[in-house]
């Protein structure tokens, strides 16, 4: 089946520690993207990528960094630097970079605390 | 700027009872709009889009929405509800602008909880 894994599900993390968080896809899509998710509000746009080895920041970038040296897969690195990590984080990608046109698949998630 | 913005935070509803969820958008431009579901603790899912065709819009599970310009709304309609439809439900909107990036703005959410 084709879809997007993210791993961990689950995750905790002591204040000062990185972590990174995995997303792969085999739908063949161009485009990824990492948003996170507070209660009570909709999805925040972290970072993007619309082609292999280029990637620019969302709305909230800082504090986080990715990396997409291969096209199925697009790793979130939540640094010491974000200030209020506890979150959930929801990776998803779409067939072409102009999301706005077409439709975007997720993941499950990824519950990040903080402890 | 495009904005977007889903009238109620929580809706209750019994089951076999019909579903209206709303949603108002702002847009400069011509927009697309979308719905996506989501069930706890996991990813969306796109349930129907908008995208200049039809305005009367029918997605998956029953649910159909219409994009009205003139009161720049997309609401969210079922005829019956189904316990199954407990979930929270995101209106999300595209403005394809002059940069025809098609960034997503997406609503604060409104959840869905349908009583036996």
């Known amino acids: 089946d084709g879809g997007i894994t993210q791993s961990p599900k689950y995750l905790f993390r002591k204040e000062g520690q990185n972590v990174t968080l995995s997303c792969e896809q085999n739908?063949?899509?161009?485009?990824m993207y990492w948003y996170r998710q507070d209660p009570g509000q909709g999805l925040r746009l972290i970072y993007y990528?619309?082609?292999?080895?280029?990637?620019q920041k969302g709305d909230i970038a800082e504090g986080y960094s990715v990396s997409r040296e291969k096209k199925e897969s697009f790793p979130l690195t939540v640094t010491s630097a974000q200030k209020n990590p506890t979150a959930f984080y929801l990776c998803?990608?779409?067939?072409?970079?102009?999301?706005?046109?077409?439709?975007?698949?997720f993941g499950e998630g990824s519950r990040l605390t903080v402890l | 700027a495009q904005s977007v913005t889903q009238l109620d935070s929580h809706v209750s509803v019994s089951e076999g009872t019909p579903v209206l969820l709303r949603c108002n958008y702002s847009s400069s431009y011509s927009p697309s709009l979308f719905w996506y579901v989501q069930h706890p603790n996991k990813g969306l899912q796109l349930l129907l889009k908008?995208?200049?065709?039809?305005?009367l819009v029918k997605g998956i599970n029953g649910f159909e929405a219409e994009f009205k310009k003139s009161e720049t709304s997309f609401h969210l309609t079922k005829p019956s509800a189904h316990m199954s439809d407990a979930a929270e439900y995101f209106c999300v909107v595209s403005d394809h602008g002059s940069s025809n990036t098609g960034k997503l703005i997406f609503g604060q959410g409104t959840t869905l909880q349908v009583k036996p």
């Open positions: 908008y995208t200049s065709a039809a305005t």
């Open positions: 739908l063949n899509h161009d485009a």
């Open positions: 998803a990608s779409s067939e072409s970079g102009r999301a706005g046109y077409g439709e975007l698949f």
């Open positions: 990528s619309q082609i292999v080895n280029d990637f």
